[in-house]
């Protein structure tokens, strides 16, 4: 006697896809530079063919992603000054 093999019909499975938040990058955001001994009073930012000044102490709108830059920037100083330290303190 022959059986009759039968599959169960496969499950469909639903992904939900999560959407990334979509911004405008020229939208305008406030971006304020700290003051800093010895530096430049301005800071030149420039992306993509998109340049411009900021002045330090001062709050100003720029574009996100000028501002994106900026905090790039900032975090970036910030891990060398902490890698200096760390290296400074390796050799006492």
Known sequence: MATKKTT?????????????AVYDPYERVPVKLPRVSGADEIVYV????????????????VPRFIKEEVDRSEAAKEALHATEESLMNQGK
Not at 52 to 57: Q, V
Request: contains cysteine.
């Open 8 to 20: 169960a019909p496969a499950e469909e499975t639903v992904e939900e896809i999560e959407e990334e």
């Open 46 to 61: 420039s992306v993509n063919e998109y340049s411009c000044t900021i002045p330090r102490g001062k709050t100003v709108m």
